[in-house]
């Protein structure tokens, strides 16, 4: 049975009378590599940021690993879910934070590239690696931590090995060309040391040749980190040669998932997005 490491369940987002996510339910198991895509204004990036945590979702529930980050149903519905528990009382769940996310293992990255641009691409991962520090403020302050931060400027540079960026490791991160600084970015989300990793429309603005060695790339992400992944995207090149399922969002409302032969031969995806595609790209 697959593990489940990402579930959404009826997850609904509203903006005053706009309705940005109707009812969203999908699942991405590990090792994964599952896309959301649809229109501009699908809702995609709205999804993204429930999961995130940028958004507590209007209605819904949202499990990461199995672990519930948001619970937001109507009243009625909250007490039969918690009837005979807590003497009949029940509490909205707290949204958690996006650093707490992140701590819990999940990383994102944006459609618009957000490096530090004072600083060098080993720079810009080490501060990410930073978060899985284990010293505390005396240790840091009064003994120093010599033998962790070696150790993760260790794990930066074989990382920045991996990822073919070791050559570059001591240039100006908006120095790089676009292709590469998409690279870092998703290089700088892996020193989270993520279990799901979330993409971003990543290959927005690049050229046939730097689409194409992204989606190499992603898949030798998948491979190399056993890492599973969630794209949002619009090059369908990109998204029908990598991912193992789709999910197709039109207006918030989810209007086809499967495989991508299922999807791109599914009516409805070709009416609402897939005949207008190479105008999207």
Do not use: C
Request: hydrophobic share 40%; proline share 4%.
């Amino acid at each position: 049975m697959a593990e489940s490491v990402l579930r959404l369940e009826d997850v609904t987002m509203q903006f005053g009378g706009v309705v940005a996510l109707n009812n969203l339910s999908m699942e991405v198991n590990k090792g994964e590599i599952v896309a959301l895509i649809g229109p501009n204004g699908a809702g995609k990036t709205t999804a993204f940021n429930a999961i995130t945590g940028v958004y507590e979702p209007t209605n819904g529930a949202i499990y990461f690993m199995d672990e519930l980050l948001v619970e937001n149903y109507p009243k009625e519905k909250m007490k039969k879910l918690y009837a005979g528990e807590n003497n009949g009382k029940y509490t909205k769940s707290v949204v958690k934070t996006p650093d707490v996310i992140t701590k819990a293992g999940m990383a994102r990255t944006f459609q618009n590239i957000r490096l530090w641009p004072s600083m060098t691409v080993f720079e810009n991962v080490l501060v990410a690696k930073h978060l899985r520090r284990t010293s505390n403020l005396f240790s840091a302050t009064f003994r120093g931590n010599r033998k962790e931060e070696a150790r993760q400027r260790e794990e930066v540079a074989e990382l920045l090995r991996i990822v073919g960026l070791d050559d570059v490791q001591d240039e100006l991160s908006t120095s790089l060309p676009y292709g590469k600084q998409r690279r870092l970015e998703i290089a700088r989300a892996l020193a989270t040391n993520p279990k799901l990793l979330l993409l971003d429309e990543p290959a927005a603005g690049m050229n046939p040749q730097e689409t194409d060695e992204l989606t190499e790339f992603i898949g030798q992400i998948r491979n190399d980190f056993d890492m599973t992944i969630l794209l949002i995207e619009h090059h369908m090149n990109l998204v029908m040669g990598i991912s193992d399922r789709i999910y197709v969002l039109d207006f918030g409302r989810l209007i086809s998932s499967g495989t991508p032969d299922v999807v791109q031969s599914d009516q409805k995806v070709i009416d609402a997005y897939l005949g207008v595609a190479d105008e999207d790209a």
